[in-house]
């Protein structure tokens, strides 16, 4: 099995550039099916997750050339099928964001159910209700949901109980064709939404309001290919600062838009850490002690729960202590047990993480949880006394391309090695 092994205690310091954003390759990949012909999309993150959507387009019809490291080549004229087999859903739950776009361009789509979840009940019921409202059927068998629309697609008003990002997405993308206008209300806010959008009408649709709680769509008859960059990657950047933050630095995160990191950087620095905001980078230093600061997980603009993870675990070398609230997700604590075993005091209570300060980290086998509880357990490698050995990494390999190449250019003391399983 792979590990990521990592030396603690040295200093990293230097320039780091992030990829595009994760969550908006997927969804821009998964929007090219809306324009049958040749998209391009720069900029694309060379991740797992990536790799995934990649064949669940080819899955439908799509020829994809990766035209280099970074660009792919998307030809959606000869998509011919509407189903997404289950074994590709069930590595990355977001394969589920063809649905709007194979509504808006078939009028019918079978994807399958996301393991773990059923209609009406949580994880993507927004999206279906939103979709039904549109004038989509839906009739669930074998384990696949079948979308038809036999009166075809209608605009109408959507107001969302959350704002959840992939309900969002996937209503845009259906309602860029329905007859007529759409109303999203409550809708999700995160810079993400704008670069769909942005592509969407880049393509000849008609999306107003991306970006703020409302979003109207105007039906169109036709969309067309369109070249397209994805948005830098703000959870990457993020993760990056955090790691400067907890080292000291200095360090300089380059890629992305300060103003997509708002509020964790305003967290960040009521922490101690001392940032310079350039045009698309940031410098991150830290010379005192990290301060205890309470943090709330909301959707954007609140602070994001993809930066939980990493926040948790400078805060869990503060001088004093403080309250992580999660209220994304559910069960988003997993990276609270595993940094346990390298010292961290954290008690888990329901939603909330009271995390009390200590003086050190101690190196030691754990295991990646999730994508960024991993990233946040090597962030934690890199501070710890001795040396810190990360399983699982198939996680981290879902988001982040070249990570520990991009900590060794920063002078972290890591590397990624073959080690016989330990189970
Ligand atoms: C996206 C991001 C993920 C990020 C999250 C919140 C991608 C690929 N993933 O996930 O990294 O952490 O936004 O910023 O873009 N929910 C329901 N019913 C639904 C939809 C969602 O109950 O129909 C719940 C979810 O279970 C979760 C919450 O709403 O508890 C937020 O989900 P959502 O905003 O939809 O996140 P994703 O789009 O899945």
């Not at 209300?185 to 939404?193: H, L, Q, S, T």
């Not at 959870?235 to 300060?258: C, H, L, N, Q």
């Not at 009390?356 to 086998?365: K, L, M, N, P």
């Amino acid at each position: 099995m792979e590990v990521i092994r990592i030396e603690g205690c040295h200093p990293i310091t230097g320039e780091v550039t992030v990829e595009g954003a994760k969550n908006s390759a997927l969804k821009l990949m998964a929007a090219t099916i809306l324009a049958p012909g040749v998209s391009t999309l720069t900029n694309v993150p060379n991740i797992a997750d990536v790799h995934v959507m990649g064949k669940v387009l080819k899955e439908l019809g799509a020829k994809i050339d990766v035209a280099d490291e970074h660009t792919l080549v998307i030809d959606t004229s000869s998509v011919e099928r509407w189903e997404t087999p289950y074994h590709l859903v069930a590595q990355m739950r977001a394969s589920t964001a063809v649905l709007g776009p194979l509504i808006g361009r078939f009028g019918k789509a079978t994807v399958a159910m996301p393991g773990g979840c059923n209609i009406g009940a949580r994880k993507i019921d927004m999206h279906l209700l939103g979709l039904q409202a549109l004038g989509v059927q839906f009739d669930m068998s074998h384990g696949d949901i079948c979308a038809t629309t036999p009166n075809g697609l209608k605009g109408t008003s959507v107001t969302l109980d959350f704002a959840s990002v992939g309900a969002t997405e996937n209503l845009m993308m259906a309602a860029v064709r329905a007859e007529g206008v759409t109303t999203i209300a409550n809708a999700a806010r995160e810079p993400e939404i704008v670069d769909l959008a942005n592509m969407l009408n880049a393509m000849g649709a008609k999306v107003h309001g991306a970006g703020t709680p409302v979003i109207e769509i105007v039906g169109v008859d036709e969309l067309y290919p369109v070249e397209h960059r994805v948005v830098g990657d703000r959870i990457e950047a993020g993760t990056f600062i955090a790691m400067a933050a907890i080292t000291g630095g200095p360090v300089t995160v380059k890629g992305f838009d300060p103003v997509h990191l708002g509020l964790v950087l305003k967290k960040y620095e009521l922490m101690g850490i001392d940032i310079e905001r350039g045009n698309n980078q940031c410098l991150i230093s830290r010379t005192g002690d990290i301060h205890p600061v309470d943090i709330q997980t909301l959707p954007f603009p609140g602070f994001p729960t993809d930066m939980q993870a990493q926040t948790m675990c400078l805060l869990a070398l503060a001088k004093g202590s403080c309250i992580v609230t999660e209220n994304v997700f559910e069960n988003r604590f997993m990276f609270a047990s595993e940094i346990s075993r390298m010292g961290a005091d954290i008690v888990i209570e329901g939603h909330h993480a009271i995390v009390h300060g200590v003086e050190r980290f101690s190196g030691a086998q754990v295991k990646a949880p999730d994508l960024r509880g991993g990233a946040a357990l090597a962030m934690a490698g890199l501070v710890a006394d001795g040396v810190t050995t990360i399983s699982d990494i198939h996680h981290i390999d879902r988001g982040y391309e070249r990570f520990v190449e991009k900590l060794l250019s920063l002078g972290a003391v890591v590397e990624r090695l073959d080690v016989p399983s330990i189970d």
